[in-house]
């Protein structure tokens, strides 16, 4: 059983504390504390950490919830962006991308969004496949979006997806 948490820019430090520790664990550039705890702070932001037993999570057996993944959007008047998202590799296709998905769409909605969208790199496949199956549509490209790493590596394009969150049936 999942459970998620929710957190505005007045929430205090845990949920900082706690998504920047889980986006160690999901990207390889990953946001610090300092600089997860100023996106957190910024107005009409909010924050969901999803919580599952370990057994989620594919290790041990067990029952006590622990942080599994994580969703940071921003909404501004009726536009909305998904800022970042991820789950832990042990727990991934397990449904809570798509129920942290599922609970952005839903608030969204209630509160009067009309657009909400986010960039991914174009390579990203898990995510692209992600929110192709919640209705998000590709709607441009920002060339050379992602800086390469190294000089062995290219930088990359973003796909820019959009859906206008409706109620659902
Ligand atoms: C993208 C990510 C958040 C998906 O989370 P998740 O919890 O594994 O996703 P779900 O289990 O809810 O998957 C829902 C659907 O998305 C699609 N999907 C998810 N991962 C996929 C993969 N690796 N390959 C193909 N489709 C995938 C499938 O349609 C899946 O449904 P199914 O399992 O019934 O086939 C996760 O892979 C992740 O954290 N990746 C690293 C961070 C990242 O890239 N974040 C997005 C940045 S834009």
Redesign the pocket.
């Known amino acids: 059983m999942n459970s998620i948490s929710v957190f505005g820019p007045n929430d205090g430090p845990i949920a900082a504390a706690i998504i920047s520790a889980l986006h160690v664990v999901?990207?390889d550039s990953a946001w610090d504390l300092d600089s997860t705890a100023a996106t957190l702070a910024v107005p009409g932001t909010v924050a969901f950490i999803i919580e599952g037993s370990a057994k989620d999570s594919g290790e041990a057996e067990g029952d006590a919830l622990q942080p599994l993944?994580f969703l940071i959007y921003r909404a501004t008047l009726d536009e909305a962006e998904i800022l970042?998202?991820?789950?832990v590799m042990d727990?991934?296709?397990?449904?809570?991308?798509?129920?942290l998905i599922a609970e952005c769409l839903r608030r969204c909605q209630a509160s009067g969004v009309k657009s909400l969208f986010?960039e991914?790199a174009e390579s990203?496949?898990?995510?692209k496949?992600?929110y192709e199956?919640a209705g998000f549509e590709v709607q441009g490209r920002r060339k050379n979006y992602y800086k390469a790493a190294n000089k062995d590596q290219a930088a990359e394009d973003a796909l820019i997806y959009r859906i206008t969150p409706k109620a659902s049936p």
């Open positions: 999901c990207f993944g970042s998202l991820g789950v727990a991934r296709r397990r449904g809570m991308g798509r129920n986010l991914v990203n496949q898990a995510a496949s992600l199956m």
